[in-house]
């Protein structure tokens, strides 16, 4: 079964600084797809970035990037200048490929906390 | 782009009361996921559904039913509420045309019980 862990339950930076989540995973499958997700204080859970494992480059979307180190299964979420906004919990989360449709195993979150 | 709407908001219930949720997307997405998310934790799986009629059991699925009538709508019931419980109930949808995968989550029904 696969698994993700965050070990960080919270974390907190000011503001304009560069932070980064760490994420560890297990699973069986050769090929895989790693996600991160943020959860702002409203609850709305909106995707962020995207990473598939037989990609070599790490993803970035905006001020979001993936430090992704395949041999020790860690994805890390890397957020460059941050702001105010970016204050929120952050999940990451594996596709599982049941056969017939997706599941994602989330990790327990991250709560980022960004001081002026 | 799409949007995935779940009603009511807020819904309070009594101790054993059956409790329905509902969730519709027009991302004409083909699986719905229904999550449970307690405060200060994260989500666990309750049911998914792959297309319309089709029904998977997640990690959670025991005191919940759920009903998927047609594509764009997929319905959670409560069996018999608990009480003093508390939770956010998530819908998402996801796709695999074009390699997307990544689920889109609606805005949640908050469950109170008395």
């Known amino acids: 079964a696969q698994k993700v862990t965050q070990t960080q339950t919270s974390i907190s930076v000011m503001e304009k600084t560069t932070v980064t989540m760490d994420c560890v995973y297990e699973?069986?499958?050769?090929?895989?797809?790693l996600f991160w997700y943020k959860q702002t204080a409203s609850g709305e859970i909106v995707f962020l970035i995207r990473?598939?494992?037989?990609?070599?480059e790490n993803a970035t979307v905006g001020h979001y990037s993936l430090n992704f180190q395949k041999p020790k299964s860690s994805i890390g979420l890397i957020i460059t200048a941050t702001q105010i906004e970016d204050s929120a919990v952050y999940f990451c989360a594996m596709r599982e490929d049941t056969g017939g449709a997706d599941r994602l195993t989330f990790g327990k979150g991250t709560q980022l906390i960004i001081q002026p | 782009g799409g949007i995935i709407t779940q009603t009511p908001k807020f819904l309070i219930g009594q101790e054993g009361q059956k409790l329905t949720l509902k969730c519709q997307q027009n991302?004409?997405?083909?699986?719905m996921y229904w999550y449970r998310q307690d405060s200060g934790k994260g989500l666990r799986l309750i049911y998914y559904?792959?297309?319309?009629?089709?029904?998977q059991k997640g990690d959670l699925s025991e005191g919940y039913d759920a009903s998927r009538e047609k594509k764009s709508s997929f319905s959670l019931t409560v069996t018999s509420a608990q009480k003093n419980e508390m939770a956010v109930f998530l819908c998402?949808?996801?796709?695999?045309?074009?390699?997307?995968?990544?689920?889109?989550f609606g805005p949640g029904t908050r469950l109170t019980v008395l």
């Open positions: 998402a949808s996801s796709t695999r045309d074009w390699g997307t995968y990544e689920q889109y």
């Open positions: 990473q598939d494992s037989y990609k070599k």
């Open positions: 699973t069986q499958d050769s090929s895989y797809f």
């Open positions: 991302f004409n997405h083909d699986t």
């Open positions: 559904s792959i297309t319309e009629n089709d029904l």
